[in-house]
């Protein structure tokens, strides 16, 4: 029986879906290579779950959360502590969450705090020392489309002979150069132009 390259190309993700578990992160729009273009087509006709816990393959709301909490400080930066109830209002996200996702931020050392009744949040550098990529890895770890690229040597025993790691290796690179290419600052200048980025 004729095997048309369609088939072809599914029959080797899921042999690489056998031993590579596909963790947490984003299906972004790349506005990069054309080389990357049928990746991104590729991901938009076929969704993608986990090996292991059958999720589709997206950033959490903590680094949703994370990205908008930074340009929210960002636009509203007078020079004087932002309380947390403020951030909470405008972007409707609960205190209690806001405060996970500050202890995160605040570790990275991403924002500087103050507590008390005049306290409050601000960015600890300007909007342009930010990216995009590291506000994402604070909440999220890793962006490593699957796990065997986490590593710096790639651990899996059969790396040598997947059909797909040089697959997961371009979406990788692709991930991490676009969200690593988007500053804070970008964000915020785009959101003040009524602009969006598709993250």
Sequence with gaps: MKVNSNQKQQKNINSCSSHCRVIGTAVFKWTIDVGFHNIVQYLKAKTIRTYERGHFMKISTK????LRTMIDLSMHDKGALIPLKDISSRQGITIKYLEQVMTLLSRAGYVRSVRGANGGYRLAKEPSEYTAGDILRVAEGSLMPVACLEDDINQCPRAEECL???FWEGLADA???????????DLVNRAGEGGNFSI
Excluded: F, K, M
């Design 63 to 66: 680094g949703r959360y994370a």
């Design 175 to 185: 991930i991490n150069q676009y969200v690593d290419s988007v500053t804070l600052e």
């Design 164 to 166: 797909t790691l040089e």
